[in-house]
């Protein structure tokens, strides 16, 4: 049977390099892009713009070929997006990871892996970024004593995580819902607890990010059985959880809404964050801001800054001025 080429309107709902399952209706065809497309997205010298154009959510206009295959023609403009640098030497380039999300939900484990505020703060950053709301999900809440009794590795700093570290991280977590995120308390050996999670995902078009090994996939098949997304143990000595989920794919949800379940990121570069004005992202900051003692502070060593002194007075969590010192300097030594 032989088609002819007329364009429609499709939405990707799989991604994988250079590949895209774009869905029209019951129609889902295995796409690639037209090569006046891809050259679009490249710079005069040739150089790419995004590590792959199109993204899981993108809105396309495509032509069929076949029963099974497909181009798309244009990548029509987007509502929101989550991207983040491409990761590796590429510092100039984009990954779009999800297109025209309404927000995304960001999953940290209480252990195995222990809490990362660093990793949590870049995702909430990046959402602002990418014009999406955000919402915190600690996870494995049923872990949280167990983890009083054992010895973790600390992602950050190398060293045993101590019970210390825990009650910090728990106490860390109200201050986010005082500045405006919502945080719900999960474990999928808890059943009750999915219930916040099942409202915040109905009837929204949700991208669940994390690292690898905070439980992403196996909160996803606790909400929804019939998905079958395949999970992974966290190794016991390094404490980093194993890539399971291996591509970006969109699912319907049974309670209405659809979900993005995303691979474990592991490096979260900041992508369309001018990070000379990065204080405008840390909402606490604000009250603070042109009243210290040189306009040009950046809130790192300046003298009279009011900004560390809210830190000091308590006003400003310290780990939360960690991660704006971290992002501001580009470097984690040390923090």
Not at 47 to 52: G, M, Q, S
Not at 238 to 246: L, N, P, S, Y
Request: net charge negative; with cysteine.
């Amino acid at each position: 049977m032989g088609f002819i080429l007329t364009r429609e309107r499709g939405r990707v709902i799989r991604a994988r390099t250079g590949f895209y399952d774009v869905q029209h209706g019951e129609l889902v065809l295995r796409c690639t892009l037209r090569g006046t497309l891809k050259r679009k997205h490249r710079t005069e010298t040739g150089r790419r713009i995004y590590a792959d154009p199109g993204a899981v959510g993108d809105e396309v206009l495509f032509s069929q070929i076949d029963d099974e295959e497909g181009v798309v023609e244009d990548i029509l403009p987007r509502q929101t997006k989550f991207s983040r640098q491409y990761a590796g030497r590429h510092g100039d380039i984009e990954q779009v990871i999800v297109a025209n999300a309404h927000q995304i939900v960001a999953v940290v484990s209480t252990a195995m892996p222990p809490l990362n505020f660093r990793t949590l703060d870049r995702f909430l950053i990046l959402a602002e970024a990418g014009e999406m709301d955000a919402v915190i999900c600690l996870n494995k809440m049923d872990l949280v004593d167990v983890a009083q009794r054992r010895e973790f590795i600390g992602i950050e700093t190398g060293r045993a995580l101590l019970p210390e570290d825990i009650e910090t991280g728990r106490a860390l977590l109200p201050n986010y819902e005082q500045l405006g995120y919502r945080v719900i308390y999960t474990s999928i050996n808890m059943p009750e607890s999915l219930e916040a999670l099942r409202e915040v995902l109905r009837d929204k078009f949700s991208v669940i990010v994390g690292a690898s090994g905070v439980g992403k996939s196996s909160l996803l098949n606790a909400i929804q059985p019939n998905l079958g997304l395949r999970t992974g143990e966290v190794g016991e000595k390094t404490q980093k959880g194993r890539h399971t989920t291996t591509l970006v794919e969109l699912f319907a949800l049974d309670i209405g809404g659809e979900v993005a379940d995303t691979p474990g990121i592991r490096e979260v570069g900041l992508w369309g964050v001018d990070t000379e004005n990065l204080e405008h992202y840390f909402p606490e900051m604000e009250p603070y801001l042109g009243t210290c003692k040189y306009n040009d502070c950046a809130h790192v060593s300046e003298p009279d800054c009011a900004v560390q002194d809210a830190v000091e007075s308590g006003d400003i969590h310290p780990e939360r001025y960690r991660s704006y010192v971290v992002l501001r300097m580009g470097d984690d030594a040390g923090l």
